[in-house]
């Protein structure tokens, strides 16, 4: 199906991811990428396609198109997305250099916090983990007390 508009291609992916239609969901994902190319968010939807079908290695790709093509109110969910899958493939100082270079740019942040937390803890630096942990603490006491609990648990 070819749409006109980029937020038909929107609003039908995330009917697909919602639906956990993820075959779907990269199929039109990658016409929106044609059909858009200098769209970040058709990347995007690509890349979070392609990573829920486990298929790292080419989520990776348009992962990384996303993240380059972000600006500043974009970087952490493109620079997350791209940090889980550099994750799951086993780039651990890859990973957690992305999110420190995204640290420095947009300054602490929830979502990278946690994920910086998880990276040290992978890498064997407890030291490190529990600077992201303090940090998530600042950011949401309540939130940060119950995220620890789920990592030490």
């Known amino acids: 199906m070819v749409f006109t508009k980029k937020e038909a291609y929107i ?3 995330l009917i697909y991811i919602n639906q ?3 075959v779907d969901s990269s199929s039109l994902a ?3 990428t044609q059909i858009f190319p200098n769209e970040l968010v058709s990347h995007f ?5 392609l990573f829920y079908l486990k298929n790292y290695e080419e989520a990776m790709i348009s992962a990384r198109k996303a993240f380059n093509m972000s600006r500043q109110n974009d970087v952490i969910t493109t620079g997350v997305l ?5 994750y799951l493939q086993n780039d651990l100082a890859e990973g957690y250099k992305l999110l420190e270079s995204i640290e420095k740019q947009v300054g ?3 979502e990278l916090q946690e994920l910086m937390a998880v990276f040290a803890l992978a890498l064997n630096n407890p030291e490190r983990a529990a600077e992201h942990m303090s940090k998530l603490l600042d950011l949401n006491k309540n939130y940060g007390d119950g995220f620890i609990l789920t990592l030490l648990g």
């Open 11 to 13: 609003k039908q992916i």
């Open 82 to 86: 791209l940090g889980s899958i550099l």
């Open 30 to 32: 990658n016409e929106f």
């Open 45 to 49: 939807f690509l890349a979070k396609s």
């Open 20 to 22: 956990h239609k993820f």
């Open 108 to 110: 602490n942040a929830k």
